[in-house]
């Protein structure tokens, strides 16, 4: 069992839709990060909170937008989406933003645009 | 993934031991981590090493490292079919400001 919870699991939605994908994790940690992962690759880093504080953002479109409302809590505002962005969205926490702090995922929401 | 490489794919069979290769070019004050997918799942961190270390091991997994060539690999002992997934290998140096920096992955799989 992973400690970081992202809901949904699942979630599809059409281009015009407005949706959250959700982060959650108890383990103290203070940054938080967004990854997206398509099929058969790597992740990609998106964005990287520290603190609460936006600290990266890997040059994502602003039909993303997230939002760290507390240390605990990491969320994913979707708005106006392609086709392209149908991926797997993984979540991930380390006890601090650095080198040499590994980072723990959770499960991911897998997104579909219709 | 352009500077962490990883041979794409391995196939073992139960009870032996696997190995997974990966080559990195950050050669200072580097973190070398390996990650684990299971279809349908997120990233499970299997184990790290800082780039002074040799050798890391815990229970059937053993990392070793040659700094000299840049090269890590993934040991798995006695290899079972629940092992058998996406390994990563991920590259994160110290001042990267903690983005890994991921291999494509090797797609192990384990028969009877």
């Known amino acids: 069992d992973t400690e970081v919870t992202q809901t949904p699991k699942h979630l599809v939605m059409g281009m015009t839709n407005k949706k959250s994908l959700k982060c959650e994790q108890h383990m103290g940690h203070r940054a938080m990060y967004w990854y997206k992962q398509k099929a058969k690759k790597p992740p990609e880093l998106m964005f990287v909170?520290?603190?609460?504080?936006?600290?990266i953002n890997e040059s994502v479109p602003s039909r993303f937008s997230p939002e760290c409302p507390n240390s605990s809590l990491l969320n994913l505002h979707l708005h106006a989406l392609q086709p392209e962005d149908s991926a797997l969205y993984l979540c991930?926490?380390?006890?601090?933003?650095?080198?040499?702090?590994?980072?723990?995922f959770g499960d991911g929401t897998r997104l579909s645009i219709l | 993934g352009e500077d962490v490489e990883q041979s794409l794919f391995l196939s073992v069979r139960e009870g032996d031991s696997s190995v997974i290769n990966c080559t990195y070019t950050?050669?200072?004050?580097?973190?070398l981590y390996w990650y684990k997918q299971e279809p349908g799942a997120g990233l499970q961190l299997l184990t790290y090493?800082?780039?002074?270390?040799d050798m890391k091991q815990d229970q059937r997994l053993t990392v070793l490292l040659n700094k000299k060539d840049k090269h890590l690999s993934l040991r798995i002992a006695d290899t079972q079919t629940g092992d058998s997934a996406i390994y990563f290998c991920a590259e994160n140096t110290t001042d990267s400001w903690g983005k890994l920096q991921f291999g494509a992955g090797t797609q192990v799989v384990v028969t009877p």
């Open positions: 090493i800082f780039s002074n270390m």
């Open positions: 909170y520290s603190y609460e504080k936006l600290s």
């Open positions: 950050d050669s200072s004050s580097t973190y």
């Open positions: 991930a926490s380390s006890r601090i933003k650095g080198g040499n702090q590994p980072q723990h």
